[in-house]
Structure formats: C-alpha cells, structure tokens
C-alpha cells in the first residue's frame, strides 16, 4: 500500500524548495516517487526537485484537479498496477483546487495506505488574506500540516501574531516553520492524526483565470536591463521563474511578489526558458519586451500563451 503526501499552497509559497529539501534529508527513499504538476508547459520545477535514485514525473501546462485530470488519472493507474510505489510525493500546481484534487484522489483510496496534504503558506500571502478569496481559504482548509513559509522576512513577535491568527482559522491542524524550505522531514512524512475526507474540503468559487506566457530563446540578456525590467514591470506578474542566459552565464531566477532570488543554473537546461503568471498577459507585448533586453542576439524565441 501506498503512503500518499500532496503538498500544495499558492503561486511562488514555497512548495518546491519544501519537497527538494524534504527529498534530500529523507532516510529512506527506496519505493518513492515524485509527481510534479507545473501551470506552465516548460517543466522547471520538476528539474530543482530532481535527484538521483528517486524518479521525478511531471505533468505540466495545467493542474492535476482539472486540465490534466486524465493524464493524471492515467499516470496513476500506471504506477499502481506495475509496482505500486511506498511512497508517494505531488506536488500539485499553485492553482489547483483542493476539493477536486481530493475527490479524483479518492477514487484510489483502495491502494493508498493513507494521505496526507500539506499547505506551505506564504506569510505575506497571510498578510494580505483578505484580498485572496475562498479559493485561499479551501486550500487551508484541505491542510493535515501547513508549513508557514517565509517566515523570516519578519519579526518574530509579528510570526507570533500569524501563528495564532492561523490556529483560530484552522483550528486544531498542526502548524510548523519552514524558513527556506527547511522543514523537519519526519514531521513532514509522518501520518497525520485526522485524515480529511475529501467532502470536508470546501470547494472554491472565486479563483480568477491566471495566464501562463513560457518563452524560449537562445539569446544572451543584459543582467542590467533585466533587473530594471523587473523593477518597472514585475508587479505585473504573480510570479516569474526560469532560467536566464546571462552575459556572465546562465542562472535561476525566481519572482514572487516583489521579491527576486537567484540561484545556480539548472545543468540539463540552456537558453532562456522563462515563465511568466498573472492576469490579462499578451504574449507578444511580453515577447518585444523582452526583446529589448538582449545583449546578443541568438535564435528568436516563441511565446506560448496558456489559460
């Protein structure tokens, strides 16, 4: 039987740095398998969660709960009829709706040992909750653990206030720290005390249509136009990552809400290979953007544009 662990929370809240650093501290790895679901079509995070002996598949250019719910099925159904594996770790897309993703789930109960969700939570996200709607609230709701997420952008007396704020909201689920990712990995892997039904999680209503634009070329981009790029246009975005060809060299780069991190290259990529979510994009806007960026001229890059 199949340990069965979905970790979700919104755009850029942290899930990939939990489940990298969860995979890479984890004792026994034997029999695990990690599912990465992207919104976007370029497969990034499934390349960061990569590592060797445990098998990463991703699903990407849409969410598991809906646009994907048939490769997801079928995937499923692979994997339980060869050889079921001990452990199973999704990553489900910041945009995937929990009730949903928990029914389609459901159908395999009879081969899962038992499931557990965890919800990384942004703290600025809990700053701003009111902005966010139900589709927020369902997400915290489906939570047996929530990993408070970046944490450490603020005063520890004002995490206090979070902390509690959180436990009146969700009453009775357990709440831990993860400051860069960094999360006990037995509390994180341990059976969860109540499991959820998936009719206990709250369906959402309100989640408005995001927009994914990749963006793929071989072109080098000005470090200094790209950071002022960011600057006068980022707040347009709920989220960019992807790789960056540089003058310099290559590197990550990941913006969430005004703040931008860098990070060594991904080896198995080159070129720029970008994604770009938020509201009412046009790619070819984006597309002449970027053009304006680059230091040397490669081959030209081809906007995708997904809903």
């Excluded at 789930?105 to 038992?114: M, N, P, S, T």
Aim: glycine share 8%; charged share 25%.
């Amino acid at each position: 039987m199949t340990k069965l662990f979905i970790l979700s929370g919104f755009l850029g809240s942290g899930k990939t740095s939990a489940l990298k650093y969860a995979i890479e501290v984890m004792t026994d790895t034997k029999g695990t398998v990690v599912v990465v679901n992207e919104a976007g079509e370029l497969g990034l995070d499934g390349k960061l969660v990569e590592r060797a002996g445990i098998p990463v598949r991703e699903l990407n250019n849409g969410c598991v709960c809906c646009s994907l719910q048939v490769d997801f099925i079928a995937l499923l159904n692979e994997m339980f009829k060869t050889e079921p594996p001990s452990k199973l770790l999704i990553e489900a897309s910041g945009l995937a709706e929990p009730a949903m993703l928990a029914k389609t789930l459901a159908r395999f109960d009879g081969q899962i040992q038992w499931r557990k969700t965890i919800v990384v939570l942004d703290a600025e996200i809990w700053e701003t909750r009111e902005a966010q709607g139900d589709f927020f609230y369902a997400q915290l709701n489906s939570a047996d653990l929530i990993l408070l997420s970046k944490a450490d952008l603020y005063a520890a007396d004002q995490v206090a206030v979070f902390l509690s704020e959180i436990r009146q909201t969700v009453p009775g689920t357990p709440i831990e720290i993860a400051i860069h990712g960094r999360v006990n990995p037995k509390i994180f892997l341990e059976r969860p005390n109540n499991i959820k039904n998936p009719d206990q999680i709250p369906e959402s209503h309100d989640l408005s249509a995001f927009q994914n634009v990749s963006i793929e070329s071989a072109d080098t981009m000005d470090g200094d136009k790209w950071k002022r790029f960011i600057q006068e246009e980022g707040a347009n975005y709920v989220r960019i990552k992807g790789q960056l060809e540089l003058e310099n060299g290559p590197a990550y780069f990941d913006f969430v809400r005004g703040h931008s991190n860098w990070s060594p290259p991904l080896e198995s990529v080159s070129g720029n290979r970008l994604v770009f979510i938020g509201r009412d994009l046009d790619p070819h806007t984006l597309q002449t953007k970027l053009e304006s960026l680059v230091f040397q001229r490669g081959s030209e890059g081809t906007p995708k544009q997904r809903g």
